[in-house]
Each structure stands twice: as structure tokens, then as C-alpha cells.
């Protein structure tokens, strides 16, 4: 692999500033003084065709004129010269520009014309473009300012990306007073081409960055954001903030699940999936970057109080049970530790009240004591200064411990000029310390969701089960019919039927379209039945007076045929109806009312929702988030997420509810999302549940149509584990193999192949000398992105356990038309057609994600690598870059 395609971007050798200017206050004019104050040591050329010399420096007509190759060109000029700009910059070779300058898709149509003509131009001859009307692109590592902010920012490892270019300006001021410095400053404009999806996937290979700080507005592509963000999240923390967190209107919705599901709960929902930590304020990101780079390792939310005063104490824990967390139950063990070193009268419980006259012994010990409790997960050590305190040899004594301790160690020295020498000594350290105990908490609760939330990254959920498989076709075929009839809300039929397929038990349901097919039909079923009105248009059937229920005999279920009639041709007098839907009445004296669904987020795609059910969903507001596809841990943290589920358990005369059957219901509905991309929303509610299973006793559906897609998941943000690529092989010696896509837990499978290869094959794979893989290497390779990469690897058993005989794999090129590919056998499997299977079934995965172009790079004295290319049909021909290469392609 060659450099990243955005290194132009973020280490150009070369730029050539368009508009450069001395007149004074012009954007042209700051944004060529800061390139020259940065101290930038590659080639830098100013652009003005009025001027001969710009700020000092030779200045040139065009860009012809300067004769050196540029790669990098910032943009300042009035918006109608830009799409030239870019032509003429294409012809001589320029590889990235930020366009600085206003005036483009967001004025209206003719500004709309200008970018597609930017756009067209830029495409043509593969310019990737940041902006327009941005603030531009920082790297202080190399002086490179191309902002028009006043001011530079210091060198650092937090990347910033933003789409606002004004906070940009605030936070790099900001940034200046507080020895805050960054890697990278990127200010994205509208993202017309480069958006944060590829500027994620950049710095996750930077070895400049280790935080990654965004500030978002909102997000075009999902799949690309949530692709990029999830594997910058593997590597690397990442910190949000998002800004319209609500909405100004809402949408007629046509189930309960549309109606509750906003769209800011399904970007948390994303963001938890992504293993990001997500904040509310600058500040906040600020200090959660500041408290995740301090070595900490967070392992869950049980937060210690060690406090010299009372009153603190409990505004923290008040802080902590807001924010959700535990306030830590002390062992046995560690209370006996604190009755040796504490006053008689301490509190003996958490907070640990070390009394006013506590100096820096006592902290130590008592910190000391909880850090290495096995209840404790982070400790928040409080002080305020007293008559006997000695803030400053009590924080060296709290520095000194954070040295010694992975949990997280937060400290709060209140008050200011008695601990201002402390709070230098924490900030010499690089320790977060604060001056309240609330944000102190706060930032626990981050660290806390960073190691829940890289638990929710780690899942990879397949999109089938491997019992009792569903039948997909005929619920396929449920939704066509609906479809062609022109309908987008299944029936109540219908909607059980998709249920039934994917072995969601329902209630049994049939429609009488009379008062005597009603009565025969309740016959059937057995007394007492349940009627509800039959009808696409109507979601709140007993709002509209279309449910009656526990009817015991024939005089009453005649009677409630004319009822229901009546009270729906009186309330909703257009609604069409279709009959009235009879059920058995359900009677679960234990059964809790749930409700499922599902709704589609116009970024992200097919959302489940869970909480509780009933008539009264949308007042009680009982409900949690997420996106498919789900496992059993997914399901867990989606069901615990909801008030509802304190009653699943042993509740009063109840005895437990069955949370295996609940459990499963959400993994088929996941299936169901997966699996049917034309279904846009469905409730089941109520989903009843007791001792016994679970019970869908109603059901609504509503199904679009959507453009066929050779990709079968690009309806999904999260993309599923590809079952579907599974295969079973046998060598000629009768070895059972089976290829499948590589895992997350493959880590140590993966480790222990590549420690296995000989010194020839492993140079042959990596072009260098690799003896082990690095553990960034490993999640990288194990932790992919089926949506924009693949691996495969053949394993066999041997004496019950997996052995890896070869893997291969292919990325994405950024023209999404093209992937690059690399293959390894393990030497044992030499010569027995493994690399040449492997291969054959990369193709075939390539190809059905659309892919046109499969190419790679082989070592020339690689023989037995390139006779495998020439018998799959590669075209090989000499890298321009190294004599010793051979680039290798095949049209797909």
C-alpha cells in the first residue's frame, strides 16, 4: 500500500495560494501571511495576476507560470473563477484543494450550478476538494496553516474536525491560552466532496493523531461515516459533539415506533454503536480527550468519592446518579484498610469523608485503598482547602498514584489562589484535575460510556440464525403482493403473516367481512375473542373506536361487528376498511405489554426501537434505541435501556418473564431489517410477555419500494456479518476447509498464522520485514468494515481447534469502482490450489458489491504469486514507482 490518497491534503510538499494579497484584512491576504508566520518548508507560491510580488514573495499569473509541480492549492478568489481554477489546476497535475471561498450550494441555484461545475472539473482529474466556504486545513507539525484564522495552533495529537468554521476560530483561540495543540485542524465547509468519512479514515492511519475530536451538524453519507468512524474508533478515541439535538418540527408518522423515534436518538444510538463518546459541550470535549489520554484504562461506572469535606461529597454523588452511574459499594477489605489510616468518625462508606484535617497521607492511603478495590472502577479525589490542608503535597500525592493505577483517577481541588499551586502541578503532569466536583463527574460518566461503547463496537452480529432458519422468500412475496396491489401498509394478516416467517409467534388472526362471518369465525376460534378494525389507515384503532374486547358469546360478537362499524364510519368517516380482525383473546395473567420496532432514520437507515406498550406508548415514552443488526449482547443492552425492564423481572405476584423467547423476538426482528430492505416501519405492540413466551398479539407494517442494489445490506448503516459468503471446501487429501469472512475474535488465530509463515512468505505479504503483528495491525486486520473491505480465511480443525491455512482480502478504492487486494497461504499448503480458491471467492465477493477493478502489487521474485495472477487472468505490468514491483489487474 502507498501513501494515503489525502496526502496531498495534510502534507503537501508544495501549495500555491489563489487571491494571495497585501491588502490588508482580505482573506487572501491572512490566509498567505499565516502560511509564511507557520514557518510551512515546502515549495509556496502565491497566485495574483495584479501583483508581481505578494507579502515579500515572487507572486505568479497562473499556475502555469510557476513551473514546479504543486500539490496542494488553496483557493480565496470571487466564487465564479473557481470551476477554471480547478481546470487549469488538474492540467498541471494538482492532487487536493481547500476551497476557502463563499458563494456556492448554499446560495441558491445559481451558486448550485457553480459547484457542479467545480465538482465536474475536480472529478475529471481525480482533485479531491475540502470545502468550499470553509476555514480551511491546519498542520502544525509542518507549518502548514491554509486558514484565514488569525493565528496559528500549537503542535499536538488531538485532530479537530469541524463543520463550522466560526467555532474553529473560537476553539483555536481558545486552544492558545489553554497548551492545548493539535495534529490536524480540518473545517470542512459543506463537504462537497471530502466528507468525514474520509477525513476519519486518514487519521486513523496518522501516527500524529492519538484523539479525535468532531464537531458535527449533520451527516450526508451514514454508511461511509458510521464505515470510518467505527474503524477510527478501534484504534484511536473518538469525541463528539453534535448540535441539533432537537427538532424544530416533527413528521405525521404512520406507526407509535415514527412517531417516538427522533432523529437525535438514532445518531446516539449510532455514535454508542460506533464506540465514540459523545459530549454536549466544547468544554466537555476538551476534557474528556484531555481525561482519555491521560492512560487511563476505563472498565466500567462505579465511581469512589474521596473527599476531605461532606457537602462535596454528596454534590458528586448527586452528579453520578444523574448521570446513570454507581456509586461504589466498598468490599469488606477495603472498609477494614480505611478504619486503619482514617479518624474513628469517618463515615465507613462511600464518599469517603477523610475528614477536614486530612493532609497528604491520608489521601494517599485512602485513594490508595479504593483504586485497588475490585468494586471500585474510578476513584474522584475532593479537596477543599482547610486550616490543616496542604493542597499542593496532597495532589502530588494524588499525581503520584495516577502513575501507579490504569483506573481512572480524577481529581477536584476547589477554591483558587490556596490551590493554585496545585492545580499547576496537575496540569505539569498532565492530569485532569477541576475546580467543581459536577464536571470532574461528568467526565467520569465519559470514560465510563467509552468502555461501554467500545464493548458495543467489538459486536458483529451475523444477520441470520443458525436454527430454525426464516423464510425469507415468502415474506418477500408478502410485501411484492402488497406492493403491487399499491399499498404501502400490510393488513393485520399480512403484517402477522411477515412475523409468522421469521418464527415471531403471533396471535392467531382471521377477517370477517360480515356480522355472520364474524360469529362463524369466533366459533372457530373459541369464546372470548377480540375484534380490532381492519383497516391501512387507521394506526390508533382504539382512538377510533375500533377495538372491543373479552367478547364471551355469539349476541356479542354480532353486536360488536355493528359497533365497530359505527364508531369507525363516525370517527375516521375516510379511513377504508376492510373487514374487522378476530382473535382469540389473549388472557396472561402475568403477561407484561411490550412494544418492537422498527423505524428508518433518513441518514441511518432501519432503526429498532423497544420499551414499553399499550394504548398509552407515546405518553409514557418508555423506550430505548439501536441499530441492527443485533446479537444477544445488543439485545441485552437494548432491553436494559428501558424503564419496562425492571418489570421483566420476579415483580410483585409475578413470577419472571421469559427474556429468552423476548430476546430471540429482537434477534428475528433484527433478521427481518436486515433481510427485507422494503420494510421502512413496523409495530408489534403489544408484544405480550410472561413466564411462559412471548405473544405478538397486533402488528403494523409498512413497506416501499426501494431501487434494486447488487449490494444487499446498502440499505443498513451497520453492515451485517456476510453469512452469505461462508463456504465449505476439501482438498484432494480429503481436509475439510471452510472459508469465511475474519472476525474480531480471529485475533489470536490471525497472530499465530503470521508467526507461522517463513521469513520469505512473510516478506513476500508485507513487501517488509514483519516478524509479529502489532496489536493496532491486528485490530486492523480482524476488525473490518464489511462495507468497504473484505477478508477471507480458510481454516480447518485440528484436534478441536481452528487452524488459519490462508487469508486474503481486498479494500475499497476511494473511486469506489476499484479494491486492492493481497493474498497469503500458510507454506504448508503450497501447490494444493488454496490461494487460487481463496482468490476465486475474493473475486466473487468484490463482484457482488458492484466492484469493476481488482488490483494489487507483487514482488517480482515472488514466482509462485505471479504464475497464480496469470492463471486467474491478471494483466502484470512494471510499477513506474519500483523496477521491482509488478502491478497486477483484472476487470472484474
Given at each position: 500500500m502507498g501513501q494515503h490518497y489525502l496526502n496531498p491534503l495534510f502534507a503537501p510538499k508544495s501549495v500555491a495560494v489563489f487571491g494571495a494579497s497585501d491588502r490588508i484584512d482580505s482573506i487572501g491576504q491572512i490566509v498567505f501571511q499565516n502560511m509564511l508566520e507557520s514557518g510551512y518548508q515546502g515549495g509556496l507560491y502565491p497566485?495574483?495576476?495584479?501583483?508581481?510580488?505578494?507579502?515579500?514573495?515572487?507572486?505568479?499569473?497562473?499556475i502555469a507560470e510557476i513551473g514546479e509541480p504543486v500539490e496542494l492549492v488553496v483557493i480565496a478568489t470571487p466564487p465564479q473563477t473557481v470551476p477554471d481554477i480547478i481546470e487549469d489546476c488538474g492540467k498541471h497535475g494538482v492532487k487536493a484543494a481547500v476551497i476557502i471561498t463563499a458563494g456556492f450550494g448554499e446560495t441558491g441555484p445559481k451558486g448550485q450550478a457553480l459547484e457542479h461545475a467545480v465538482l465536474e472539473n475536480a472529478n475529471r482529474y481525480g482533485i479531491r476538494l475540502i470545502g468550499p466556504n470553509c476555514l480551511g486545513v491546519m498542520r502544525p507539525s509542518i507549518g502548514l496553516n491554509a486558514t484565514f484564522n488569525k493565528g496559528g495552533a500549537n503542535s499536538g495529537n488531538l485532530a479537530f474536525v469541524s463543520q463550522s468554521g466560526a467555532l474553529c476560530t473560537a476553539i483555536l483561540d481558545w486552544a492558545q491560552s489553554n497548551d492545548v495543540g493539535f495534529s490536524s485542524v480540518v473545517s470542512m465547509g459543506s463537504s462537497a466532496d471530502v466528507d468525514f468519512g474520509e477525513i476519519l479514515d486518514y487519521l486513523v492511519s496518522d501516527n500524529k493523531t492519538q484523539n479525535i475530536l468532531l464537531y458535527i451538524e449533520g451527516i450526508r453519507n451514514a454508511r461511509s461515516f458510521m464505515s470510518s468512524i467505527r474503524a477510527a474508533a478501534r484504534i484511536k478515541p473518538v469525541i463528539l459533539v453534535k448540535v441539533g439535538r432537537h427538532a424544530a418540527g416533527s413528521k405525521a408518522a404512520m406507526s407509535h415506533t415514527a412517531s417516538l423515534v427522533g432523529s437525535d436518538d438514532v445518531f446516539d444510538a449510532a455514535v454508542r454503536r460506533a464506540g465514540v463518546v459523545r459530549v454536549q459541550t466544547i468544554t466537555q470535549l476538551f476534557a474528556a480527550a484531555k481525561a482519555l489520554s491521560s492512560g487511563f484504562r476505563p472498565v466500567g461506572n462505579r465511581l469512589a468519592i474521596v473527599t476531605n469535606g461532606g457537602g462535596p461529597g454528596v454534590m458528586a454523588t448527586d452528579r453520578a446518579v444523574d448521570l446513570g452511574l454507581t456509586i461504589a459499594t466498598l468490599s469488606d477489605s477495603t472498609i477494614e484498610q480505611l478504619n486503619q489510616v482514617l479518624p474513628p468518625n469517618w463515615p465507613h462508606s462511600n464518599p469517603v469523608d477523610i475528614i477536614g484535617d486530612a493532609q497528604a497521607d491520608r489521601y494517599h492511603h485512602a485513594v490508595k485503598a479504593c483504586l485497588e478495590d475490585p468494586n471500585v472502577d474510578g476513584v474522584l479525589a475532593i479537596l477543599t482547602p482547610q486550616a490543616m490542608t496542604k493542597p499542593l503535597e496532597a495532589a502530588n500525592a494524588v499525581i503520584e498514584l495516577t502513575n501507579q493505577y490504569s483506573k481512572p483517577l480524577l481529581a477536584c481541588w476547589m477554591g483558587e489562589s490556596q490551590v493554585a499551586e496545585a492545580r499547576v502541578a496537575f496540569a505539569k503532569a498532565k492530569k485532569p484535575s477541576f475546580r467543581t466536583p459536577e464536571p470532574a463527574v461528568e467526565v467520569f460518566s465519559y470514560l465510563s460510556d467509552y468502555y461501554r461503547n467500545q464493548k458495543l463496537l467489538m459486536q458483529m452480529p451475523g444477520p441470520l440464525s443458525h436454527q430454525l432458519e426464516p423464510d425469507v422468500e415468502g415474506a418477500r412475496m408478502v410485501?411484492?403482493?402488497?406492493?403491487?396491489?399499491?399499498?404501502?401498509?400490510?393488513?393485520?394478516?399480512?403484517?402477522?403473516?411477515?412475523?409468522?416467517?421469521?418464527?415471531?409467534?403471533?396471535?392467531?388472526?382471521?377477517?370477517?367481512?360480515?356480522?355472520?362471518?364474524?360469529?362463524?369465525?369466533?366459533?372457530?376460534?373459541?369464546?372470548?375473542?377480540?375484534?380490532?378494525?381492519n383497516s391501512p389507515d387507521i394506526t390508533h384503532k382504539t382512538d377510533a373506536g375500533g377495538v372491543l374486547l373479552n367478547l364471551g358469546n355469539a349476541q356479542a360478537v354480532r353486536a360488536?361487528?355493528?359497533?365497530?362499524?359505527?364508531?369507525?364510519?363516525?370517527?375516521?368517516p375516510n379511513a377504508h376498511m376492510d373487514g374487522i380482525s378476530i382473535e382469540p383473546m389473549i388472557v396472561k395473567p402475568n403477561g407484561r405489554e411490550l412494544m418492537v420496532g422498527v423505524t428508518s432514520d433518513p441518514v441511518f437507515?432501519?432503526?429498532?426501537?423497544?420499551?414499553?406498550?399499550?394504548?398509552?406508548?407515546?405518553?409514557?415514552?418508555?423506550?430505548?434505541?439501536?441499530?441492527?443488526?443485533?446479537?444477544?449482547?445488543?439485545?441485552?443492552?437494548?432491553?436494559?435501556?428501558?424503564?419496562?425492564?425492571?418489570?421483566?423481572?420476579?415483580?410483585?405476584?409475578?413470577?419472571?418473564?421469559?427474556?429468552?423467547?423476548?430476546?430471540?423476538?429482537?434477534?428475528?426482528?433484527?433478521?427481518?431489517?436486515?433481510?427485507?430492505?422494503?420494510?421502512?416501519e413496523m409495530d408489534i405492540n403489544p408484544l405480550?410477555?410472561?413466564?411462559?413466551?412471548?405473544?405478538?398479539?397486533?402488528?403494523?407494517?409498512?413497506?416501499?419500494?426501494?431501487q434494486p442494489n447488487p449490494d444487499r445490506y446498502a440499505h443498513m448503516a451497520i453492515y451485517p456479518y456476510p453469512t452469505h459468503l461462508v463456504s465449505k471446501w476439501q482438498l484432494a487429501d480429503g481436509t475439510d476447509i471452510t472459508i469465511r469472512p475474519i472476525r474480531p475474535e480471529d485475533a489470536e488465530l490471525e497472530q499465530e498464522f503470521v508467526h507461522d509463515l517463513s521469513e520469505e512468505s512473510r516478506y513476500f505479504r508485507f513487501m517488509r520485514s514483519v516478524q509479529e503483528l502489532t496489536p493496532d495491525m491486528l485490530a486492523r486486520f480482524t476488525q473490518i468494515d464489511y462495507s468497504r473491505e473484505m477478508a477471507l480465511i480458510a481454516v480447518t480443525n485440528v484436534h478441536g481447534k481452528e487452524v488459519e491455512l490462508g487469508v486474503t482480502r481486498f479494500s475499497i478504492n476511494p473511486d469506489g469502482e476499484s479494491c486492492e487486494f493481497a493474498l497469503v497461504v500458510a507454506d504448508s499448503m503450497r501447490g494444493k490450489g488454496l490461494g487460487q480458491k481463496l482468490m476465486t471467492a475474493l473475486m466473487d465477493a468484490a463482484r457482488s458489491k458492484g466492484l469493476k477493478v481488482m488490483e494489487g502489487e507483487v514482488l517480482g521474485n515472488n514466482r509462485s504469486m505471479l504464475k497464480l495472477m496469470t492463471r486467474l487472468g491478471f494483466s502484470m505490468e512494471v510499477s513506474p514507482e519500483d523496477e521491482s514491483i509488478k502491478n497486477v489487474r483484472k476487470e472484474l
Open positions: 497566485i495574483n495576476p495584479k501583483s508581481a510580488e505578494v507579502q515579500g514573495k515572487k507572486a505568479f499569473a497562473s410485501i411484492e403482493g402488497a406492493l403491487l396491489e399499491r399499498r404501502k401498509v400490510l393488513n393485520e394478516m399480512e403484517s402477522k403473516a411477515l412475523l409468522s416467517a421469521f418464527h415471531i409467534p403471533v396471535a392467531k388472526t382471521m377477517v370477517a367481512r360480515t356480522p355472520n362471518e364474524a360469529l362463524l369465525i369466533a366459533e372457530q376460534l373459541g369464546f372470548p375473542v377480540a375484534m380490532k378494525v360488536a361487528y355493528h359497533e365497530i362499524m359505527e364508531n369507525v364510519q363516525r370517527n375516521r437507515g432501519p432503526v429498532i426501537t423497544f420499551g414499553a406498550g399499550g394504548t398509552t406508548v407515546e405518553i409514557m415514552g418508555d423506550r430505548s434505541v439501536t441499530l441492527p443488526p443485533l446479537n444477544h449482547f445488543l439485545v441485552k443492552d437494548l432491553i436494559h435501556g428501558t424503564h419496562v425492564s425492571k418489570m421483566l423481572g420476579a415483580f410483585r405476584h409475578m413470577p419472571p418473564a421469559d427474556m429468552a423467547a423476548l430476546e430471540s423476538v429482537l434477534l428475528r426482528v433484527s433478521e427481518m431489517v436486515c433481510e427485507l430492505p422494503l420494510l421502512m405480550i410477555v410472561d413466564e411462559h413466551g412471548v405473544l405478538a398479539a397486533d402488528a403494523r407494517v409498512v413497506v416501499e419500494y426501494r
